[in-house]
Each structure stands twice: as C-alpha cells, then as structure tokens.
C-alpha cells in the first residue's frame, strides 16, 4: 500500500532562506518581462546560463521548474497530464512534469504565479537525449522556435581535448546567434564579466565546502539543495556571488560555535540520486539516529565539480565549454565515480545512500559503480532503493522509511563493535 506521509524540510540557515526568497523574485521577474512584450526563452540541462544573464534574457528553466511544483506536492497533477497527452510513464518524471505544465488548460494558483509559454527555446543532449525529443513537442505545442546545442560526451575524464572545446564553444555561439536573432543580444563584456563572477562563485562554493566538512557539519542537505540554486541557475551574476558570500560568513560563524545541524551528531550520510522533492522532511526523518545527511550529489550538478582556474574570461565561450563538458553528469562515469569517491573521504561519510529514480536513464546507471568503488577505496557501504523524487504518485513512505531504518540501524551496530 502506498502511502502520502510528505513534509518539507526544516532549514537552519538564514542564508538559505534569503536564496528562497531571490527564487521567488526572480521568477516573478521573468512573468513580468513576458506581461511587457520581451522574448523569453525555455531551457534546460547544463546549458550554461551565463549566456542568458549577459543577454539580460528572461529564462524559465525546465529542470527547477518541476522542483517547485514538487515540492508544493503537485507534480502528480502535471504528470499525468503529460501522459493522458500520450507520454509513456517511462519518460523522465521531470520532463513529464513541464510537458504536463505546457499542455494544461488551466494551472494551479502557484504556478500560474510564475509560468510563461515560450518564444525560443535552446535545448541541448547534455546531459539527457531524451531532452531534445521532449523540448520538440513542446517547439511544437508552442509553435516555437528551437535551437538544439549538441555537446560531446565526455570520455576524456578531466581533461578535456581542445578539439571538443572548440566544437562546443560554436554550438554555444550558435545558440547566441539564435538568440540575437529573437531579440535578445549578448553583451560581450558582459559575458566576459560574467566568468570573472562565476570563478568568484566558485571559489566561494569551495570555502562554503571546506566549512561543511566540520564535524559537526554546520549546514544540512536541505539547505545544500536550496543553496545549490546560485551554482546551477545564477553563475556569472552579481547576485550568486552576494549570496554565497552570506552563506560563507554564517557557515564561518557556525563552525567556529561548533554548531552543528543536530546537537549529538553520531553518522554522517551522502545522498546519492535525485531527492525527494515533494518531501523534503525525509532528510529531518533520519535525525533521531543522531544522523545526518551532510551532501547531496545533486548539489554539483552544473558546476559545482571543476577547476574555476582553467576558466579565462578573454575565451568566455571556451571556458563555459570546459564547465559544461568536464561536468560529472556528463557521460561516461569516470569523472562521476571518482568525485563521490572523493568526497565520501573529505565529508568523512559513514554511509551512501542512492535512490534510483525509475524514469532516469542516467544516474541510476552509476550507483553499482559507485558503489562498488566507494567501499573497495574507502569500506563504507551502501544502501541502494527505488525513490523517484519527482513523481509523487510512486512514493511509498512506508517502504522508504523502512530502507533507511535498516541502512542506519546497521551503520550504528558496525560502529558499536
């Protein structure tokens, strides 16, 4: 029997908060540039926002989009939607979810605050081919243009071959010529500025980092995802780099304190897969083994992986085509395997846990490697279950709380001998 027990989750930072409310402000902007006449694009996946943000365009992004709705508890509405429109319910929950926003006749209150129909819209494979495919019908559905950015995957690892760069650096340029020729031109000295303050951000992501490694850890993975909004939707902005700098100087102050999430910190988690979205309050569920979940892989999804030093703002498109193509959720796994690897060491992980979302064809097909490699190279296990966090109709609460009830119940018996 499935079962609807889902609780947004409890944020301990006022940073976090603040990032909510720039969330709030920046959608209402993009609804208020649609109600004056501006292009607005759709996008999605790892194309690199700083293109938009030097073009001052209006972006909905299709990826966040879902997440809001989720985390209201209304995906399951819009999903099935989509498919009542023809969808196999083996589409990506996410894609399924937006799709279902574009065909519906009428919107809930909440969305209707911040949903605009497109003018353009600039799609890509990275890191998802079934993207393209959904992008297609919503061109279609809105009679639209579309602009598909092909990007290489990534079987080099780390380093990236300048030939791969350079192919990627005209696809982007591509998509600005699209966009200019819709109305919205990129500045570009702005855009130059913009990989100065996405470097900044980076480097400031870095601390931020640095300062969640303290045991306790001073910050939860419900403010982590929340804070992963300026990495992944703001880079290149003024505003990301404000924000991460608050959010750095009350991390500071926490570890100084030795103030942790919860006062008797005794495990500490990796979470390793999309999170529930519609209940975030899972994450708060695992606080009364005195456990904590200290990162989320999530939250280096578009960015939060690479060397900001290779970036140079006199080659702005070459060096938003390293971020993009070195990205961990690139394929193929190495790069991904061995920066979980990585971090299970440095966040002094006690256990990983992965949740396979069912309609994903790309992370769940990491989660045997990297399990397999976090316990040959460090011996800390892994729990492994189904938990599609964007459609709300397939969570079993029951069935989730007993995975993780018996993963932590273990963890503390292993650290008990």
């Known amino acids: 029997m499935t079962t609807k027990v889902t609780a947004p989750g409890k944020k301990n930072l006022q940073t976090t908060l603040e990032i909510g409310k720039a969330i709030r402000s920046y959608y ?11 292009p607005v694009i759709w996008s999605y996946g790892l194309v690199p926002r700083e293109i938009f943000h030097a073009a001052d365009a209006p972006v909905l992004y299709l990826e966040h989009l ?6 209201k508890q209304l995906s399951g509405r819009y999903i099935q939607l989509a498919e009542e429109e023809g969808f196999s319910r083996d589409v990506c929950a996410f894609h399924r979810c937006f799709l279902g926003c574009a065909v519906a006749k009428d919107r809930d209150p909440y969305l209707d605050k911040f949903f605009v129909t497109p003018d353009l819209i600039i799609a890509t494979n990275l890191p998802c081919m079934s993207e393209s495919k959904s992008f297609l019908y919503a061109a279609d559905h809105h009679d639209c243009p579309y602009y598909f950015l092909d990007a290489p995957i990534n079987t080099w690892g780390k380093d990236i071959p ?8 005209g696809q982007l340029q591509g998509a600005i010529d699209s966009m ?3 109305g919205l ?5 702005k855009l130059k500025e913009s990989i100065n303050l996405t470097k900044k951000m980076m480097g400031l992501w870095n601390e931020i980092d640095d300062c969640r490694k303290a045991v306790p850890t001073p910050m939860s993975t419900i403010d982590g995802i929340t804070a992963a909004y300026p990495l992944i939707q703001l880079p290149g902005t003024q505003l990301g780099v404000t924000l991460f700098e608050r959010l750095l100087e009350e991390l500071k102050e926490r570890v100084e304190k030795k103030q ?11 979470w390793f ?3 529930p979205f519609f209940n975030m309050g899972l994450f708060n569920y695992v606080e009364k083994y005195g456990a904590v979940v200290v990162k989320s892989m999530v939250e280096y999804i578009a960015g939060g992986a690479f060397d900001p030093s290779k970036m140079d703002p006199e080659k702005p498109l070459e060096s938003l085509a390293y971020k993009a193509l070195v990205d961990i959720v690139n394929p193929t796994y190495p790069n991904m395997v061995d920066f979980i690897v990585k971090a299970v060491e440095e966040f002094k992980i006690d256990g990983l846990i992965g949740v396979v979302k069912r309609t994903c064809g790309l992370l769940p097909g990491y989660m045997r490697l990297v399990k397999d490699e976090v316990y040959k190279h460090k011996r800390i296990p892994t729990s492994i279950f189904d938990l599609d966090g964007m459609d709300i ?3 079993d609460d029951v069935s989730t709380k007993a995975n993780l009830d018996s993963f932590i119940e273990s963890l503390l018996a292993s650290k008990r001998r």
């Not at 879902?66 to 985390?71: F, K």
């Not at 300048?162 to 650096?169: C, G, H, K, L, Q």
């Not at 942790?260 to 990796?270: A, H, N, Q, T």
């Open 393 to 395: 109709r397939e969570y």
């Open 162 to 169: 300048d030939y791969a760069i350079e192919y990627f650096a």
């Open 66 to 71: 879902p997440l809001m709705i989720g985390a």
């Open 28 to 38: 209402a902007g993009v609804k208020a540039a649609k109600e004056e006449g501006k």
């Open 260 to 270: 942790g999430v919860i006062e008797d910190e005794r495990l500490r988690l990796m």
């Open 273 to 275: 897969g999309v999170p």
């Open 180 to 182: 200019e020729e819709h």
């Open 185 to 189: 031109k990129v500045d570009i000295e």
